[in-house]
Each structure stands twice: as structure tokens, then as C-alpha cells.
T-cell receptor
């Protein structure tokens, strides 16, 4: 059974802290790993990773994939209250058309 | 540019009623999907489509039907609503099925 597991499930930090969110997966025919940010409503796309060891970066957010150990991390440096959200990890598979398998998400709360 | 539009935003149904959740996208995306989101369970795939006239089941298809007569529209039908279908439903679309899915703003459905 395909599985995507995120940890921690929730995290409370203070503004300025650095956080690391984890995503491990066990899926057949891995193609890509995606990170989304979900505030009140629709998830919004952050990163897509397909190759091991290549860091994707956007401002204070960065992510890296390890295809050998089957995990990815999402780092957020100098957190701000606007980073408070649920962060979702999803894995795309080669043989399933538009199928994405999502993890449960990590609820991040950044306090002032 | 509307992106992915879902209607209605909120709905309350009685057990046994049927209804259709509407989803439309104006980006000419071939791939469209329906997910449900429940607390502690992330997003789970209900049905997906890789183009007009082509649909397939996802992880939790029971109790739901879909059709894709046009590229733009992908309605989700609940045949006989049950309390277990109380959830938030998201429609999403993508160019390729693996990268950068765009999500609608969701429909919060309550079945009493």
C-alpha cells in the first residue's frame, strides 16, 4: 500500500525560529514529490522535487529530496506569523495518471 | 483568470439525498482530480481524469460518480449521501498530472 508519512503532525514555534518538516514515503513507481502550503482554504504549490540531492529554494523556504532513503525535508528559516499553515507533502507516481498520494500534513503555528 | 472554480462553497444534505459538486477550470488542463480532506487524514483521492471522456477511480471512490464530457468541467456526484461523506472536497487540475496542481477553494459538505 502506498504511504506518505509526515512528521511532526504539529509544531509551535516563535517568530525567527528555523523549522524542519519531514516527509517519508513508500510508493511504487515514484516520479515526483511535491510540497504544498494550506492556509484557510486551497493548498498552494511550493516545490516539486524529482532528483535526489538537489535543493529547491524560494526565499526562506527550501526543500531537498533523498530518493535512496525515501524522504524529503522542508526547511523554513526566520519564521514569520504568516508561515502559520498546514504543510502538505504529496508523491506523484509514474503509472497512475494524475494520481497524487498525500501525507496527513504538518500544522505549523508561528507565535509572535 | 479564474483558475479552478468550485460550487457550492457550503452545503448541508440530509442522509439519502443526492447532489452534484461542480468544478470548472479555464486553464485548458487535461488532468483533473477530486479529493476529500478529513481531519488527521490529509487529502485522499476520490476520482481523477486524464482528459475528456476518461476517468478512473482513486483511493476512496465508493459513493461517488464522475464524468468528464468537456475539458473544462469535472462534476462529482454523490448518489445517496451518508454522514461518512461529511468532509471538505477539493477539485484540482494540472497540465501533466504530476506537477503544480492548482486547487479550487473547496466545498464544505455536511451530511446530517
Amino acid at each position: 500500500e502506498d504511504k506518505v508519512v509526515q512528521s511532526p503532525l504539529s509544531l509551535v514555534v516563535h517568530e525567527g525560529d528555523t523549522v524542519t518538516l519531514n516527509c517519508s514515503y513508500e510508493v511504487t513507481n515514484f516520479r515526483s514529490l511535491l510540497w504544498y502550503k494550506q492556509e484557510k482554504k486551497a493548498p498552494t504549490f511550493l516545490f516539486m522535487l524529482t532528483s535526489s540531492g538537489i535543493e529547491k529554494k524560494s526565499g526562506r523556504l527550501s526543500s531537498i529530496l533523498d530518493k535512496k532513503e525515501l524522504f524529503s525535508i522542508l526547511n523554513i528559516t526566520a519564521t514569520q506569523t504568516g508561515d502559520s499553515a498546514v504543510y502538505l507533502c504529496a508523491v506523484g507516481q509514474e503509472t497512475s495518471g494524475s494520481r497524487l498520494t498525500f501525507g496527513e500534513g504538518t500544522q505549523l503555528t508561528v507565535n509572535p | 483568470n479564474a483558475g479552478v472554480t468550485q460550487t457550492p462553497k457550503f452545503q448541508v444534505l440530509k442522509t439519502g439525498q443526492s447532489m452534484t459538486l461542480q468544478c470548472a477550470q479555464d486553464m485548458n488542463h487535461e488532468y483533473m482530480s477530486w479529493y476529500r480532506q478529513d481531519p488527521g487524514m490529509g487529502l485522499r483521492l476520490i476520482h481523477y481524469s486524464v482528459g475528456a471522456g476518461i476517468t478512473d477511480q482513486g483511493e476512496v471512490p465508493n459513493g461517488y460518480n464522475v464524468s468528464r464530457s468537456t475539458t473544462e468541467d469535472f462534476p462529482l456526484r454523490l448518489l445517496s449521501a451518508a454522514p461518512s461523506q461529511t468532509s471538505v472536497y477539493f477539485c484540482a487540475s494540472s497540465w501533466t498530472g504530476f506537477y503544480g496542481y492548482t486547487f479550487g477553494s473547496g466545498t464544505r459538505l455536511t451530511v446530517v
